[in-house]
């Protein structure tokens, strides 16, 4: 049972548009909701994360939104740069639970062209 | 200061061998992870580790895969009679644990093929 579905697979924006990858959650204990970014060879990195008691988050070009009662998130990306071509990864954890161990969705690889 | 240090960045191993991962978690933080990521997909959640706690073995896939931590430090993997179905990325992160917060730093990843 996958309890993190993320969409869409893949994505292509141009310079300077808006990315918007979306997840949503089936688990009602999750609380911790964060975004990664991960270049091909590396490991994945720390985007921006939220918690269910705001609805958004805004950190530079990237904005998460939140939606409890659908159990819903996205990441948007801003101004898209050719150097945010990568695979991003929401991802959910239950910070009461005995570990944080984060629930992933399957990825987005965005490309985005000059 | 220095970040998570995984060893080594690729190994290829043959069907039935054995093979040792290693993770060097960033210095000060108690809680150790262990993800699996298969080709194209999301990561999947295998050990975690907590100070002197018993760690929380619940996302091994099989009595073949195991880890170790020694207190607050290096963590190994190991997994034996590789099969092929093994061949993935594995990913370590660590982070502050119940002290919080609960961001998780990962390493770049040692990337297993089995022939």
């Known amino acids: 049972q996958q309890q993190v579905k993320q969409s869409p697979q893949s994505l292509i924006v141009q310079k300077g548009g808006i990315s918007i990858i979306n997840c949503a959650y089936e688990n009602t204990a999750f609380d911790y909701f964060p975004w990664y970014q991960q270049f091909p060879g590396k490991g994945p990195a720390l985007l921006i994360a939220?918690?269910?008691?705001?609805s958004e988050k805004k950190e530079g070009r990237f904005t998460i939104s939140f939606n409890k009662s659908a159990k819903q998130f996205s990441l948007h990306i801003m101004d898209s740069q050719p150097g945010d071509s990568a695979t991003y990864f929401c991802?959910?954890?239950?910070?009461?639970?005995?570990?944080?161990?984060?629930?992933f969705g399957k990825g987005t690889l965005l490309t985005v062209n000059p | 200061g220095a970040g998570v240090s995984q060893s080594p960045s690729n190994k290829v191993t043959e069907k039935g061998k054995d093979v040792e991962l290693r993770c060097d978690p960033i210095s000060g933080h108690t809680a150790l992870y262990w993800y699996r990521q298969r080709l194209g997909q999301g990561l999947e959640f295998l050990i975690y580790f907590q100070g002197n706690s018993a760690p929380d073995k619940s996302g091994l896939p099989s009595d073949r895969f195991s880890a170790e931590r020694t207190g607050e430090s290096v963590s190994t993997l190991t997994i034996q009679r590789t099969q092929q179905e093994d061949s993935a990325v594995y990913l370590c992160?660590?982070?502050?644990?119940?002290?919080?917060?609960?961001?998780?730093?990962f390493g770049p990843g040692t990337r297993l093929t089995v022939t």
């Open positions: 991802a959910a954890s239950n910070s009461g639970g005995s570990n944080y161990k984060l629930t």
């Open positions: 939220i918690r269910p008691d705001v």
């Open positions: 992160a660590s982070s502050l644990g119940r002290a919080g917060p609960y961001e998780q730093y």
